[in-house]
């Protein structure tokens, strides 16, 4: 018999969901079958897994311990001689719930393959670090994710309760996300825009259209000027909603396609920007999350902003361009 005690960072999820994470090889089946028979017990009493666990819950699993440990996945261990070099965490913002990290550009926010290694697979070894002997079954995960090449504010949770509720927030739009950066031509308005994105997956580009057409999903982007230089300036980007690509699309339709943007942007101004500075890739940082008036597991971070400091490299070309904005 193995008894688990359920800890704060596990508590609020269904038990067939913590016990999918503790013997990640076993079948949604094998822990129906062993609930029905009452091998595994929620507080020594029947369980059926849909359950919401609370903190300090036990849970007995009446099971042989080579049938466990069959089930258990075994992490992997580095080839021989290999170390597995993380991205190095910016930490913005930590408490015993949340995390949240400034992400460099170039840096994947998840996998895309087996190969990678991410911001999610780093984040998790410094919380198995930090956390070293503790039993839980919580795995780290973003609850936001960015583009390869755009940096900033990444949040995540540090425990299911936390990455839950954080992860409706940002589904029902009530964080704030603000996003700067520098596009072509002067703008001179605050402006809400709206239109409709279609992705086709086979390139990975988007398209906009004003009207809704097949499949296209609804778009709304607001930005707010901060300051003109040499035939650009910088915006601030308000995304109301979260497609792919979005900013970077919805701002070239209307003529004001982002610096260093190879996919939507311009040719001319894209090469000004690499010759100058050595920009690479799209100017986007994600830089604002603005928190609501908020009650239960993150009441802490009511109505409060978190800011993502700048990228030394973007610094140099807000000075460069004589774009200083407020703030900044």
Known sequence: MR????????????????????????????????????????NQKKADGSEKLKTGDTIRMYLAEETIEKFRKTPEKPAAGKQVKYPKLDIVYEDEKVIFLNKPAGVLSQKAKETDVSLTEALGAYLSEKNAGEETMFRAGLCNRLDRNTS?????????????????????????????????????????????????ERT???????????????????????????GCTLLEVE???????????????????????????DAEFNRRFREKYGLKYQLLHSWKAVFPELT??????????????????????????HLTGEGL
């Open 3 to 42: 008894e688990l005690t359920v800890t704060e960072k596990d508590c609020a999820q269904q038990l067939i969901k913590y016990l999918s994470k503790y013997m990640e090889e076993a079948p949604k089946s094998f822990f129906y079958k062993m609930l029905r028979k009452k091998n595994i017990v929620l």
């Open 152 to 200: 900033g504010l990444i949040l995540a949770g540090k425990t299911v309760a936390a990455t839950q509720q954080l992860s409706e927030l940002i589904a029902e739009r009530a964080v704030g996300k603000y996003y700067l950066t520098v596009v072509k031509g002067t703008v001179t308005e605050t402006e809400r825009i709206r239109g409709y994105l279609t992705k086709n």
């Open 204 to 230: 990975n580009r988007v398209s906009i259209q004003r009207e809704q057409q097949g499949d296209a999903v609804y778009i709304e982007t607001a930005y707010r000027p901060l300051c003109a230089g040499r």
């Open 239 to 265: 995304l109301v909603t979260g497609k792919s690509h979005q900013i970077r699309s919805h701002l070239a339709s209307i003529g004001h396609p982002l610096a260093g943007d190879t996919k939507y942007g």
């Open 296 to 321: 239960g597991t993150l009441s802490d971070l009511s109505g409060k902003t978190f800011t993502a400091p700048l990228p030394s490299s973007v610094r140099r070309i807000l000075q460069g361009e």
